[in-house]
């Protein structure tokens, strides 16, 4: 059959293959399509300004206002109007270390992973559509949304991510992911493009409650999209339960087995040392990535001068040549392996940092030639570490493992925002602070390195690709 994949395995008794075909490997892209609008839309665009200015209307401050210095009292706690979204991402980023293993212990025991899926899909783009309602002062509403928005979003992740090693062998999951992540920039990209067009054609100058407005619908469309076009890997994706899962499914209460599991998973985690340590090296890299993602508007805006329109089509560029940067370095491990591609990301990383430290302030054409070449290497280094990371997980425990992933994706990237504002601080240099940045990259190459892959995958009781 032309559109089945196939494992291909080196050791004397590889395991029985796995196997999809084209209609649903195309359904499994699609859920990266359909989620990526909440993490460019209403993450990297939309939600921060928008809950910040309903916030400090709440503090007593006037819509618009340059700078506000009012409070809100969420819970009897004092908080700056500024500072509550940020406080908000820390506590969704914690409930995630929690809620994320748990969910992933459940689908490894369950025998209906779609429907996790969907259920996590559907609380999550609600969450996103319920922003609807907040208008006025109504902070607290849209902080409770945010949270449960985003940890939902953390949940179904990790049951998307537990079907990439079900879905095609050794050789083949590079491409899988690679493609996966390539629509997800693509999709994403084309629901921010369409926003902004919106919110620049019918913004007016002089008032500012339009343009809230339009952020929060801007917001809402994000949710319409997630939820719109979860329907496809609902429908085109198969059940791919774990066998015990098909032996017999969950029994008993789902949830308390699901925090059983995940205490056996963690007591057993010793006996995976090397995955344990390839964790650890995307920990430190990812960081890295992280950290630039984040803040590259505030390099672009407070160090080199750039006014938004600058930022908006940068932004733009990076979601789009990341569609294809994704499937370029997908095409490059299939040639010489991914782990050797995600080692090539990290050095062309490294080379992005040192470019940023000497741009000219004021000069908007070198900033996006940066931001195309991030572009490039950014969907790539994401799409094969977790395809590379599909390698070293124990058959039946993909859901766990993801989970923990996503703890490392999501939870520890207070670590570079904490080394650039240390240094920040003490040389008062956005340069320098963004150079601080390299010790994750360094770093990250050098405990990458030293994972010894072959070794890690078949401790793990899988079959190595062909090429790493």
Same mark, same amino acid.
């Given at each position: 059959?032309?559109?089945?994949?196939?494992?291909?395995?080196?050791?004397?008794?590889?395991?029985?293959?796995?196997?999809?075909?084209?209609?649903?490997?195309?359904?499994?892209? %699609?859920?990266?399509?359909?989620?990526?609008?909440?993490?460019?839309?209403?993450?990297?665009?939309?939600?921060?300004?928008?809950?910040?200015?309903?916030?400090?209307?709440?503090?007593?401050?006037?819509?618009?206002?340059?700078?506000?210095?009012?409070?809100?009292?969420?819970?009897?706690?004092?908080?700056?109007?500024?500072?509550? $979204?940020?406080?908000?991402?820390?506590?969704?980023? %914690?409930?995630?270390?929690?809620?994320?293993?748990?969910?992933?212990?459940?689908?490894?025991?369950?025998?209906?992973?779609?429907?996790?899926?969907?259920?996590?899909?559907?609380?999550? /783009?609600?969450?996103?559509?319920?922003?609807?309602?907040?208008?006025?002062?109504?902070?607290?509403?849209?902080?409770?949304?945010?949270?449960?928005?985003?940890?939902?979003?953390?949940?179904?992740?990790?049951?998307?991510?537990?079907?990439?090693?079900?879905?095609?062998?050794?050789?083949?999951?590079?491409?899988? /992911?690679?493609?996966?992540?390539?629509?997800?920039?693509?999709?994403?990209?084309?629901?921010?493009?369409?926003?902004?067009?919106?919110?620049?054609?019918?913004?007016?100058?002089?008032?500012?409650?339009?343009?809230?407005?339009?952020?929060?619908?801007?917001?809402?469309?994000?949710?319409?999209?997630?939820?719109?076009? *979860?329907?496809?890997?609902? %429908?085109?994706?198969?059940?791919?339960?774990?066998?015990?899962?098909?032996?017999?499914?969950?029994?008993?209460?789902?949830?308390?087995?699901?925090?059983?599991?995940?205490?056996?998973?963690?007591?057993?985690?010793?006996?995976?040392?090397?995955?344990? $340590?390839?964790?650890?090296?995307?920990?430190?890299?990812?960081?890295?990535?992280?950290?630039?993602?984040?803040?590259?508007?505030?390099?672009?805006?407070?160090?080199?001068?750039?006014?938004?329109?600058?930022?908006?089509? *940068?932004?733009?560029?990076?979601?789009?040549?990341? $569609?294809?940067?994704?499937?370029?370095?997908?095409?490059?491990?299939?040639?010489?392996?991914?782990?050797?591609?995600?080692?090539?990301?990290?050095?062309?990383?490294?080379?992005?940092?040192?470019?940023?430290?000497?741009?000219?302030?004021?000069?908007?054409?070198?900033?996006?030639?940066?931001?195309?070449?991030?572009?490039?290497?950014?969907?790539?280094?994401?799409?094969?570490?977790?395809?590379?990371?599909?390698?070293?997980?124990?058959?039946?425990?993909?859901?766990?493992?993801?989970?923990?992933?996503?703890?490392?994706?999501?939870?520890?990237?207070?670590?570079?925002?904490?080394?650039?504002?240390?240094? $920040?601080?003490?040389?008062?240099?956005?340069?320098?602070?963004?150079?601080?940045?390299?010790?994750?990259?360094?770093?990250? %190459?050098?405990?990458?390195?030293?994972?010894?892959?072959?070794?890690?995958?078949?401790?793990?009781?899988?079959?190595?690709?062909?090429?790493?």
């Amino acid at each position: 059959m032309a559109d089945t994949v196939t494992a291909a395995g080196d050791t004397a008794t590889p395991p029985q293959p796995p196997h999809s075909t084209r209609r649903e490997r195309t359904g499994w892209y %699609f859920y990266d399509w359909a989620m990526s609008a909440f993490s460019t839309t209403v993450i990297t665009v939309f939600l921060g300004p928008f809950l910040t200015s309903i916030t400090e209307v709440a503090a007593g401050c006037e819509l618009g206002a340059a700078d506000c210095t009012g409070y809100v009292y969420p819970l009897g706690i004092k908080v700056a109007a500024g500072a509550y $979204f940020p406080y908000l991402v820390s506590l969704s980023v %914690f409930l995630t270390v929690f809620v994320l293993p748990v969910t992933g212990a459940i689908a490894d025991r369950s025998a209906h992973k779609k429907r996790l899926l969907a259920v996590a899909a559907f609380l999550g /783009s609600g969450a996103t559509i319920a922003m609807v309602f907040v208008t006025g002062d109504r902070y607290l509403l849209g902080g409770a949304l945010f949270v449960f928005a985003n940890v939902s979003f953390g949940a179904a992740v990790v049951v998307y991510n537990s079907f990439l090693p079900q879905l095609g062998g050794p050789d083949d999951r590079d491409g899988i /992911s690679s493609k996966g992540w390539a629509l997800g920039y693509l999709g994403g990209g084309l629901l921010l493009m369409l926003n902004l067009v919106v919110v620049t054609l019918f913004s007016e100058e002089g008032n500012p409650q339009r343009t809230l407005d339009l952020a929060r619908w801007s917001i809402v469309s994000a949710g319409v999209w997630w939820s719109a076009f *979860t329907l496809v890997p609902l %429908f085109w994706l198969r059940e791919r339960p774990s066998v015990e899962a098909a032996a017999g499914g969950v029994r008993g209460n789902v949830l308390f087995d699901g925090f059983k599991q995940l205490g056996h998973t963690i007591k057993g985690l010793k006996a995976y040392p090397l995955t344990l $340590f390839f964790l650890l090296a995307f920990l430190v890299f990812n960081d890295g990535i992280q950290t630039v993602i984040a803040l590259a508007s505030q390099y672009g805006t407070e160090e080199l001068r750039l006014d938004q329109t600058t930022l908006i089509v *940068t932004i733009l560029l990076v979601q789009f040549l990341a $569609f294809g940067g994704a499937l370029l370095l997908g095409g490059v491990a299939k040639r010489i392996g991914a782990w050797k591609t995600v080692l090539m990301s990290l050095v062309l990383w490294t080379g992005v940092i040192l470019a940023a430290f000497w741009l000219p302030a004021e000069a908007p054409i070198p900033f996006m030639i940066l931001g195309a070449a991030i572009g490039l290497v950014l969907g790539g280094s994401q799409a094969l570490s977790r395809s590379l990371f599909s390698q070293l997980i124990p058959a039946g425990k993909e859901g766990e493992y993801y989970g923990f992933y996503e703890i490392s994706d999501k939870g520890t990237s207070w670590l570079g925002p904490l080394a650039f504002g240390l240094v $920040f601080q003490l040389t008062n240099s956005y340069r320098v602070g963004l150079v601080s940045l390299l010790i994750f990259f360094v770093v990250g %190459f050098l405990l990458l390195l030293a994972v010894p892959m072959r070794k890690a995958i078949i401790a793990a009781g899988n079959t190595p690709p062909r090429v790493l």
